[in-house]
Nanobody, 122 residues
Framework: QAQLEESGGSAVQVGDSLRLTCVASDRTFGGYFIAWFRQAPGKERQFVASIGWYSEYTYYADWAKDRFTISKSDAQNSVHLQMNDLRTDDTAIYYC???????????????WGQGTQVTVSS
């Protein structure tokens, strides 16, 4: 089964920016929707954004659309999450996931990465 790998997480200050990257071990994103989720300690996994690889349609959680941008790179076969104006409540493990259709329900995804930690401090 294909594995996804996230990178780019770090410890930053309030107001900083980060760019997360997701790649697939089988280099296959074509035909899929690739989503970012996040999970803070003690909380449920939360949808952040999704992009259709061929359609390039993007979807965002309402709280994310003003500060976060999801994009893809055909050349690098990767998906990115640009996060700006980070806040302390953005602290979480960020995961990418892959699925053949658009959904914001984490329970429907069966291909996940291990996650990358984002810590925002004041």
């Amino acid at each position: 089964q294909a594995q996804l790998e996230e990178s780019g997480g770090s410890a930053v200050q309030v107001g900083d920016s980060l760019r997360l990257t997701c790649v697939a071990s089988d280099r296959t994103f074509g035909g899929y929707f690739i989503a970012w989720f996040r999970q803070a300690p003690g909380k449920e996994r939360q949808f952040v954004a999704s992009i259709g690889w061929y359609s390039e349609y993007t979807y965002y959680a309402d709280w994310a659309k003003d500060r976060f941008t999801i994009s893809k790179s055909d050349a690098q076969n990767s998906v990115h999450l640009q996060m700006n104006d980070l806040r302390t409540d953005d602290t979480a493990i960020y995961y990418c996931a892959r699925i053949a259709y658009y959904t914001e329900n984490a329970a429907n995804y069966n291909t996940w990465g291990q996650g990358t930690q984002v810590t925002v401090s004041s």
